[in-house]
């Protein structure tokens, strides 16, 4: 465990107290225990990409916090960006490379969770994206539930990319010909089985 102290906070922003930091930019430190920043009500930029991070709990308490760069670590539960909803100055959020961002409805959910975000990613939340997700009454009901306090995965919530794979496919019952007759093709399953299926 890579843990972000306020000793590496205080060395990094050469300032004494780190309620008192408002950019701070620990890209690439395997960090994977980021809860110090819940001391740093204070702060507007944070770049905490390609670490370690499982989940978005700590930020909530980052109040003023204005742009969050996150990509490559490892949130996984997209209802963790419930989080940051109390976060009204957000304005700039990536994600994108965290498992939760391969979720089918996952700019959506986060246009609809967090309505002040102009920018997610490397692409605008147009006013039309935000009005779609108010009119999608399926990203309330995945948002429903609290995000998981370990950042562990929710089955329920689990992006269908990450889902189990379907059992197999039973087999068909046996058929038998009528005297004189034979199987006819039509009724022969195809080799296919799950692979026509689209995959999200």
Known sequence: ????????????????????????????????????????????????SVNRINTLRDFRHCTRLQELYLRKNYITDITEISYLAGLRDLRVLW????????????RQLVAYALPGVDKLD???????????ARRNP????ILAAPPPEDGALRPSSRPASYSSPPPPMASPPSYTPPAGGSRPGSQQQGAGGYDGMARV
């Open 1 to 48: 465990m890579v843990m972000l102290t306020e000793q590496i906070i205080r060395g990094k922003t050469r300032l004494d107290k780190i309620d008192e930091v408002k950019n701070l930019n620990l890209w690439g430190q395997d960090l994977d225990d980021v809860s110090v920043v819940a001391k740093m009500p204070n702060v507007e930029v944070l770049s905490l």
């Open 95 to 106: 994600l994108c490379d965290n498992p939760c961002a391969d979720h089918p409805l996952y």
């Open 122 to 132: 490397n692409l605008e939340v147009t006013p039309q994206d935000k009005e779609a």
């Open 138 to 141: 399926d990203l309330a009901k």
